[in-house]
């Protein structure tokens, strides 16, 4: 072969390499082109839809306590001022003792309240020693009060029909606890 062959052969090559070329960067160009054309045409349109609003709590949570029948509500929120049973009500115990107080609740609240058991607490020598008095507390009626509904519970103290001498004088107090839950 000749140098004119060779250099023929030569060019030939390289013609063909740029033909190729040429080819693969127009079919880039061509993907591109219609890459950026596939992404605008499949835009899609949205819209939102939004919600706003406004919370609160509880406006109060209030269990009332009455002696009087319900004539006199208060907020008895603690022992330090807690409702006083009236003083005679358990006054001059005797044997066989069987007295009885009314004790009144009242759901004050804007919401409803669940009810709990009473929780009475007795102190002193009245309620101690061999044969002392007994206090129970009966529970509420219902376990839940809607706002502005009462309920009734009683407080009942009894002695012994034998109640030794012992106990002439003794004296006790008695705590009642309720608490209403929302």
């Not at 919370?55 to 004539?71: I, M, P, T």
């Not at 107080?101 to 309240?113: F, I, M, T, Y």
């Amino acid at each position: 072969m000749t140098t004119t062959d060779v250099v023929a052969v030569d060019q030939e090559r390289d013609d063909k390499r740029r033909r190729r070329g040429a080819i693969v960067r127009f079919g880039l160009a061509t993907v591109a082109v219609l890459g950026v054309g596939a992404a605008l045409t499949s835009a899609t349109w949205t819209d939102d839809a939004w919600f706003a609003g406004s919370a609160s709590a509880v406006e109060n949570v209030e269990l009332q306590a009455s002696v009087d029948g319900g004539n006199t509500w208060y907020d008895a929120d603690a022992v330090d001022n807690a409702v006083a049973i009236p003083a005679d009500a358990f006054k001059n115990l005797n044997q066989g003792a069987n007295e009885t107080v009314r004790l009144e609740l009242k759901n004050a609240s804007s919401v409803p309240l669940n009810l709990g058991k009473g929780v009475l607490t007795t102190d002193g020598d009245l309620f101690a020693g061999a044969a002392p008095a007994n206090a129970t507390v009966h529970d509420p009626a219902n376990v839940q009060l809607a706002p502005g509904e009462t309920d009734a519970v009683i407080l009942h103290v009894t002695t012994p029909d034998d109640w030794p001498a012992d106990y002439q004088g003794a004296e006790g107090t008695m705590t009642v606890q309720f608490t209403g839950e929302s």
